[in-house]
């Protein structure tokens, strides 16, 4: 377009413009429906007239009801005929029979004033802003280097207010300045000094649009602004609550957030993945990740997986549970406060419970769990086939399998056979000729020479087993513990959850008249320990360590012992083994069996794979062998092999995310199909009302917000209709709100001040048509490709080159006195860094910024186990100088209860909650931590370190170029120079760290 | 048309008292937003009515402390010990309901008062006269994180500010040289949920419980340089800091009108103050040996919650509005969390608590602090009636005691009551929420009105809940 007609253009805006906003200000004046009206239809008339009420036939949901003919063919209100109105005439009437409100005082005159003035002048009762329909306000385009305010429609729409207020732009910033902003804003990095003076110098017209198009091409714009999108869905990565567990899976989701933003992914293909990518794009495994940000939220372990499953506090907690997704989405994308209506219809927003627990119900079959996925697809290929030829192994039927019977398989296997039986030989069940125990456990032996636990399960137990081997010669003893039905989880432990602690094995050898041998044990083996309760423990004479098998209950497993010294008899020694189980809490073995083996040597837990029918097909010589067993002892013997390679690929990645697909662990299980969600009365799980079934909501004029066609018991489907009602064209929440979170953190303050909440609680838009003229261009661009880049970046740069954002960020006490806020922007909001960026600043200045990017969280805390599920986590003791201290700060490890003192103090959020906007608070503490936090100490003395052998002016303007990007003036190099001589450099360092210049963006 | 601030609260500033003078230091207090009102003298430093306390500790059991062991004395236990009473649920949160236990600790009447007591207790006991017990207070849940949370910030899940960080906000500091909200965990660790009990969540950071340990090697976190810092002496810091304020004050000259920059160069001004006041609440040395074996600090049974109990005390004194001390960590050992072994578990807790409460009771009341503080004993939930394995009780948040005594309290009296099992309440139950309505009442504030808008609701510490429970007032 020709610079000519970009004048008139602008012009022209300019007219509308002022023409709008002089009709949108002028209303003001007068009633305004929000502002004056609906306060006191809420507090007076909604509680018997509301939404969904219709007492006396009359609901005041909307303009149509208010208007509407009532039982009396009366109507509420007739606009501009205050004397035909019912509603006034019953709110002055005398008569208390007739009077409303029924109860309460009457209302007051002011109030029956506004309430007259408003239907003489038309009773008007707009749709509320954030639900109309989204059209861009003006045509015109974006320029694409606008220099002056009339170019860009931005500067264009705050031009116009503030020419109302009869207010100006401030001058634009100087050059350092500017670099400064825009680095710490797209980045989350200063510039270099050398890039300050490039940038200062160089003349070209489009310098400015070069550093915006260099930053937006840095891949640490994505750690940038990932890590803003961390803080709206409160990611971090351990569960919270009192098991406050660490989700070793969760990072690929900000990866992911990171790649996002990088490769500039189109904000609708962004909210669709994040919602349902799993359903939406099968295949895409950026998409499955993507529904990490489902499980952003705290995840209440104890009640949903520790506690028995039924529990009240169970039921509790799977609709706390849902509610934090509901919230995260609903806050996230359309930000709504539609949690609001939990317990109760909405108070301020037309939005139902019955809605609310809609919305529950699109994620019904949801849980946050590790779910494997593939991220390479020839490995995937691989285990498909493995699968696939594992699952048709057993074609036995009725027609065996003649490629099972060929010489040379049957051959192959007779081999393995005769090795299998050499092991198999080995352990002897010994005869159990007494058992006891010390407390109410029953102890029974059973056909296959098990003895099973059942009775009262105490809290602790000691058992004694007293046997006869049948070898002559011990060498060995083994213990298996095995799964029975009969006990909690199928075994092979009685504590609820399936698990046992051994905490001591003592074996002794019995001789006549008591004179009785205790038998050292060496060499204990396990097929599996628990973390921390290993096999050594349940013989190393400590009663407070035992073995243990969680989480791999359901399933059997076997410890052996080697003698140190064998046995070696005439007749059949008597054993006596005493199980001590003193943990408490039922960690008691509920099924077990013992052998003995005269074999000397290592032993091993290594156990054959077989059952004991195949025992007897191997013990028949090979010509007496039916085809069927020839065949079975085929399956036995390539299933392993086929096992084996399976095992040998590398294992499917995980990623902590909102799915169904996962592997239970104890009763926290999958759930198959849509769990049923009913709508709660007053929020209380013990008053289930009618069953709710998937939408979203009705306040969007035109869009379906009723999702029951994709009810069914798939429930995929229910979250693809959600992600399309939320990125749908017509749903004006969702562009409106991204567009405002944008213009949030690159000025400091939406244009919505309460980015999280669009309903009528929350902060009107300063500029509601700068809002909707945004929120539709970044629609547009994606749905009518109107730029050359994708949305955000389009939008990013549109707001970074305007002269609005360029403005200097100096006070002016003849504006301040208009608009002390700065609310209409006649200046530049000056910042505080937040937490991320002092650290990454810090880092960078002093040369250690590590800049690898992605892969698991640096753990800048030292971790051991404690006695309870959350480890302890160490801030103090970590090594300052680790190399984890040195990447980036969105690739920490946040822990949710235990959060690092240092970024607390700077107003890092904990993910407990969501955060749209961060608090800067100013604290003596967050003065310390500035002050002594090692971090900085450390930081400060490398800093030092790099320029200690100059002279010490050059020291001074070394430092001040690094930490400022400017050079000291002169009397600042003197009170520095004096300071650096007596205390030394890194001290100075330190201090200049501290001060509001480095720690404030201009 | 003007555009006046939209929170016209900043111009509400605690310009009374405590040397927090004028508009520029707001920020100190908590950020860009503040509370509304601001303490009146005229109101005992309360804001919406005559405050009756100034301070408040909290005495805090992790885990669950047994109500029918310690307070409510149940004789219907003994009655029916070893009986299997259908109570109509079947689970309890951790185990199958058992049969009932009778409680294996012998109770006394004690005081004018006649207040049954257990043998876990005997010294408590010698003070019920003082004590108001709510011997009916439930929980919405049986499950530590969710209870702990309730307890301290009157919601089941995360994210939500606890009693202390709500004072905070309300009040502001008494003095500025301490923080206004100190938590003093059991040494042995942290209670269940860790920080996110004693979290400022969506108020500003300034009202966040400051955790100090006192027999840890760093008992706050960066108050003083690290090991490694050997070029950090005091006179370095005394310059230093002066530098930097010259140079704060060199770059606010250029930016006149922005408050935050001289906030910040006053919190550097404070810090140093904390960097002295600090070590001065936490160096028991100069308290008398008497005061020393009162608290218990002789034995090495009583020594930890003791030194806790007694530094408590000394940050009262010096102007903490509230302290919470924790007895017992997250876990399954050490704790009030006694699933496995009543019998032993419970003496082996409560004896370390027994002795310095008693000793902190009777010293605020001797430096007549009793006058504007307020003790609050209390739990997340109680426990059942039936056994859990042989001798342990499961949770059980359907009926539990706490207690309160000090300024404004009906020492001697109780309100409420447990069924004959102590299984649930049966008459005025009390909630978190009645207990926080009560704390705040005392301290001038009324609960309804405390409120922070966060993600489109205006949030208060008691929900939409709460009353005052006047029975126990004086």
Redesign the interface.
Same mark, same amino acid.
């Given at each position: 377009m020709p610079r000519s007609t970009w004048v008139v253009c602008a012009v022209l805006l300019l007219l509308t413009l002022s023409v709008r906003s002089s009709h949108l200000?002028g209303a003001?004046s007068a009633i305004r429906f929000d502002h004056d009206v609906r306060p006191i239809l809420a507090a007076r008339c909604f509680k018997c007239h509301g939404s969904d009420k219709t007492e006396g036939g009359l609901t005041l949901a909307d303009r149509a009801s208010a208007l509407a003919a009532l039982e009396t063919s009366k109507r509420a209100v007739v606009p501009g005929d205050p004397a035909h109105s019912e509603l006034l005439q019953r709110i002055t009437s005398d008569d208390p029979e007739y009077r409303m409100p029924p109860s309460g005082p009457a209302l007051t005159e002011q109030e029956i004033e506004v309430l007259r003035n408003w239907i003489t002048t038309g009773a008007d009762w707009p749709v509320h802003w954030a639900w109309r329909p989204l059209e861009q306000p003006l045509t015109g385009g974006s320029a694409a280097a606008p220099i002056a305010w009339e170019e860009s429609p931005v500067d264009a729409f705050i031009l116009s207010v503030l020419k109302e207020?009869e207010l100006v732009p401030s001058i634009p910033a100087d050059r350092r300045t500017l670099l400064r902003r825009v680095y710490f804003d797209l980045l989350g990095l200063p510039p270099t000094y050398a890039e300050i003076v490039a940038f200062a110098a160089d003349i070209r017209p489009d310098a400015y649009q070069r550093v915006v198009d260099r930053l937006l091409a840095n891949p640490r714009y994505g750690e940038r602004w990932a890590r803003h999108w961390m803080d709206i869905v409160?990611y971090a990565e351990t569960h919270?609550?009192?098991?406050?567990r660490p989700r070793e899976h969760a990072w690929r989701y900000r990866d992911y957030l990171i790649d996002s933003f990088n490769q500039d992914k189109p904000y609708a293909r962004f909210v669709q993945e994040q919602i349902a990518g799993d359903a939406m794009f099968p295949g895409s495994t950026e998409a499955i990740i993507a529904t990490g940000f489902l499980a952003t939220g705290?995840w209440?372990e104890?009640?949903l997986q520790?506690?028995?499953?039924?529990?009240?506090?169970r039921k509790?907690?799977r609709y706390?549970d849902r509610?934090?997704i509901v919230?995260t989405v609903m806050?996230t994308f359309a930000s709504s406060?539609a949690?609001?209506a939990r317990?109760h219809d909405h108070k301020f927003d037309p939005i139902s419970q019955r809605e609310y627990y809609s919305l529950q119900a699109v994620f019904a079959a949801i849980d946050k769990a590790d779910r494997t996925f593939e991220s390479d697809p020839q490995i995937a290929q691989q285990r498909a086939e493995l699968v696939a030829a594992l699952a048709s192994l057993p074609a036995r039927g009725k027609q065996v399998d003649a490629s099972l019977l060929t010489n040379e398989i049957q051959q192959q296997a007779e081999i393995w056979s005769q090795g299998l039986l050499q092991k198999l030989d080995r352990w002897v069940p010994v005869r159990v000729k007494q058992l006891k125990s010390d407390?109410?456990t029953e102890l029974k032996l059973l056909e296959d020479g098990s003895v099973l636990a059942s009775g009262?399960?105490?809290?602790?137990d000691v058992y004694t087993i007293e046997f006869e081997t049948t070898q002559r010669q011990v060498s060995g003893l083994r213990l298996e513990v095995l799964t029975h039905e009969s006990l909690p989880m199928n075994g092979p432990g009685r504590q609820?959850n399936g698990n046992l602690h051994l905490n001591d094995l003592r074996l002794w050898l019995l001789g006549p008249n008591d004179n009785n041998t205790r038998l050292k044990l060496i060499k204990p083996m396990a097929d599996f320990n628990q973390g921390g309760w290993s096999i050594e423990k349940s013989i190393d004479g400590n009663p407070a360590t035992a073995w243990g098998i969680h989480p791999e209950v359901g399933k059997p497993h076997q410890a052996v012992f080697s003698l140190d010294t064998p046995l070696d008899f005439m007749t059949r020694p008597t054993l006596r083994v005493e199980l001590h189980q003193v943990h408490?809490?039922?960690h008691l073995i509920g099924c077990f069996r013992f052998a003995t083996t005269a074999v000397p040597g290592d032993l091993s837990t290594e156990q054959p794979p077989i059952s004991p029918g195949l025992i007897q097909i191997i013990r028949k010589p090979r010509g007496h062998r039916t085809d069927a067993e020839k065949a079975a002892l085929a399956e036995a013997y390539l299933k392993p092999q086929l096992q084996t390679e399976l095992d040998s690929l590398p294992p499917p990645s995980m990623v902590y995310c909102g799915t169904n697909q996962f592997t239970a662990i104890g009763t926290f299980r999958p759930a198959e199909k849509p769990r049923v969600v009913n709508v709660l009365h007053r929020g209380d799980v013990q008053q289930p009302r009618e069953e709710a079934l998937p939408g979203a909501l009705s306040v969007i004029p035109g869009l379906n917000g009723d999702f029951s066609g994709a009810s069914s018991d798939n429930e995929g489907h229910r979250r693809v209709a959600l992600a399309r009602w939320m990125t749908d064209p017509t749903n004006g929440l969702t562009w409106r709100s991204i567009a405002n979170r944008l213009w949030h953190y690159h000025f400091g303050r939406g244009l919505v001040?309460?980015p999280?909440?669009f309903?009528r609680?929350?902060?009107a838009p300063t500029h509601p048509q700068l809002l909707d003229w945004l929120a539709s261009e970044m629609r547009d661009v994606e749905t009518q490709g109107k730029a050359s880049s994708s949305a955000m970046k389009h939008i990013h740069r549109l707001l970074v080159t305007s002269s609005t954002y360029r403005q200097s960020?100096?006070?002016d006490?003849q504006a301040?006195k208009?608009?002390?806020?700065n609310?209409?922007l006649w200046r530049m909001h @000056?910042r505080?860094l937040d937490a991320e960026s002092i650290r990454d600043a810090v880092l960078l200045i002093s040369g250690h910024l590590n800049t690898q990017m992605g892969g698991q969280s640096v753990r800048q805390f030292n971790e051991s186990p404690?006695?309870?599920v959350?480890p302890?986590v160490d801030?103090?003791n970590f090594d300052?100088n680790a190399p984890a201290n040195h990447r980036r700060s969105v690739y920490r490890f946040v822990f @949710?209860?235990?959060?690092d003192?240092?970024m607390?103090?700077l107003?890092c959020p904990?993910a407990?909650?969501?955060?749209?906007k961060r608090?800067?608070?100013?604290?003596?503490?967050?003065?310390?931590?500035m002050?002594?936090?090692?971090l900085i100490?450390?930081q400060s003395q490398w800093i030092a370190a790099r320029e200690h052998m100059r002279p010490l002016e050059d020291q001074v303007k070394a430092i001040y170029l690094t930490i400022f990007g400017r050079p000291p003036a002169a009397d600042?190099t003197q009170?520095?120079c004096n300071?650096v001589a007596?205390?030394?450099l890194?001290?100075?360092c @330190?201090?200049?760290l501290?001060?509001?210049?480095f720690?404030?963006i201009? | 048309m003007r555009y006046p601030p939209e929170h016209a609260r900043r111009q509400f500033l605690f310009q009374a008292g405590g040397g927090f003078g004028g508009l520029a230091f707001a920020h100190l207090l908590g950020g860009e937003e503040l509370q509304t009102e601001r303490p009146l003298s005229d109101l005992n430093g309360g804001i919406h009515h005559r405050a009756k306390v100034r301070r408040v500790v909290q005495l805090f059991m992790n885990g669950g402390a047994s109500q029918m062991d310690t307070f409510d004395h149940k004789p219907q236990l003994t009655k029916r010990h070893g009986e299997n009473i259908d109570f109509g649920i079947k689970a309890a949160a951790t185990s199958t309901p058992g049969s009932i236990m009778k409680s294996p600790f012998k109770f006394k009447q004690y005081g004018d008062s006649g207040r049954w007591v257990s043998s876990v207790f005997p010294k408590v006991a010698g003070l019920v006269d003082d004590l108001a017990f709510l011997m009916a207070m439930r929980s919405k849940t049986n499950v530590h994180g969710p209870a702990s949370y309730l307890q301290n910030t009157g919601f089941i899940s995360p994210g939500f500010p606890c009693t202390g960080a709500w004072i905070s906000y309300g009040l502001g500091q008494l003095s500025d040289d301490v923080p206004a909200f100190v938590v003093l965990p059991d040494p042995k660790g942290l209670p269940y949920n860790n920080g996110g009990n004693f979290s400022a969540a969506f108020l500003p950071a300034a009202h966040q419980g400051v955790l100090i340990k006192p027999n840890a090697a760093v008992p706050i976190a960066n108050l003083e340089p690290p090991e490694f810092a050997h070029d950090v002496t005091k006179a370095s810091e005394a310059a230093g800091l002066e530098l930097l304020e010259r140079l704060n004050r060199q770059h606010l000259e250029a930016r006149s009108g922005d408050s935050r920059l001289e906030s910040r160069i006053r919190s550097y001004e404070l810090a140093a103050k904390m960097q002295v006041s600090a070590p001065q609440m936490l160096d028991l040395a100069g308290e008398t040996m008497a005061t020393h074996s009162a608290y218990g600090l002789d034995n090495e049974v009583t020594a930890p919650f003791g030194r806790n109990c007694l530094t408590a005390r000394r940050m009262l004194e010096r102007g903490v509005r509230f302290v919470q001390v924790w007895s017992g960590a997250g876990g399954a050992a050490q704790n009030w969390d006694n699933h496995g072994d009543i019998p032993n578990e419970l003496p082996f807790i409560a004896g370390q608590v027994d002795q310095p409460i008693a000793a902190l009771l009777r010293d605020l009341k001797q430096r007549g602090m009793f006058e504007d503080t307020l003790i609050v004993w209390t739990t997340e939930f109680g426990r059942m009636p039936f056994t859990q394995g042989s001798t342990g009780r499961d949770h059980n948040g359907g009926t539990f005691v706490t207690w309160l005594a000090g300024a404004g309290i009906k020492g001697g009296t109780s309100y409420g009551q447990s069924d004959d099992f102590a299984y649930q309440t049966a008459e005025n139950t009390t909630w978190s929420y009645d207990l926080h309505a009560t704390m705040l009442h005392l301290l001038g504030i009324d609960h309804t009105r405390l409120t922070y808008r966060h993600n489109g609701i205006d949030r208060r510490l008691t929900d939409v809940h709460g009353h005052v429970i006047d029975a126990v007032l004086a």
């Open positions: 200000l003001e207020q409160h919270g609550h009192d098991q406050d705290s209440d104890s009640s520790s506690i028995q499953e039924d529990s009240i506090d509790i907690a706390i509610d934090d919230t806050s406060s949690h609001c317990c407390n109410t009262v399960a105490p809290e602790k609820p408490g809490m039922s001040d309460t999280n909440d309903g609680m929350g902060s960020a100096d006070n006490p301040a208009i608009d002390a806020e609310r209409l @000056r505080r404690s006695n309870h959350t302890n801030y103090l300052v @949710r209860t235990l959060p003192p240092f607390d103090a107003d904990d407990a909650q969501l955060t749209p608090n800067t608070s100013l604290t003596a503490l967050q003065a310390l931590a002050l002594n936090d090692k100490v450390r600042e009170v520095v300071y007596e205390f030394g890194a001290n100075a @330190r201090m200049l501290n001060t509001n210049e720690l404030f201009d | -």
